[in-house]
């Protein structure tokens, strides 16, 4: 098992940046691809980034594409999630999920653990 901690929100003006982390505790995080996803009130939750157990594959939704960087360091069990660029329509709760087995998802249910999620208010 793998338990998620996320990090980083925060209110920032559009047009500037985040760095979201996600800590995960357990001896086996390289065994597991870790996402990012977001959901905004009355939405349901959406795929944001993803990155395969080595790091050497990422994977981005259309809507952040160029704008979103997501990384990890198995090292230190963490993973991040550096956007840039960013708009009101960017506002939502961003969780961080692991799915054991490294195999990239853009679904949550391709996903078995996740955080609580941290709060990202972007104010136009």
């Known amino acids: 098992q793998v338990q998620l901690v996320e990090s980083g929100g925060g209110l920032v003006q559009a047009g500037g940046s985040l760095r979201l982390a996600c800590a995960a505790s357990?001896?086996?995080?390289?065994?597991?691809?870790m996402g990012w996803f977001r959901q905004a009130p009355g939405k349901e939750r959406e795929f944001v980034a993803a990155i395969d157990w080595s790091g050497g594959k990422t994977y981005y939704a259309d809507s952040v594409k160029g704008r979103a960087t997501i990384s990890r360091d198995n090292a230190k069990n963490t993973v991040h999630l550096q956007m840039n660029s960013l708009k009101p329509e960017d506002t939502a709760v961003y969780y961080c999920?692991?799915?054991?087995?490294?195999?990239?998802?853009?679904?949550?249910?391709?996903?078995?653990?996740w955080g609580q999620g941290t709060q990202v208010t972007v104010s136009s």
């Open positions: 357990g001896r086996t995080f390289s065994r597991y691809a």
């Open positions: 999920a692991a799915a054991y087995g490294g195999s990239y998802s853009a679904i949550p249910a391709g996903y078995g653990y």
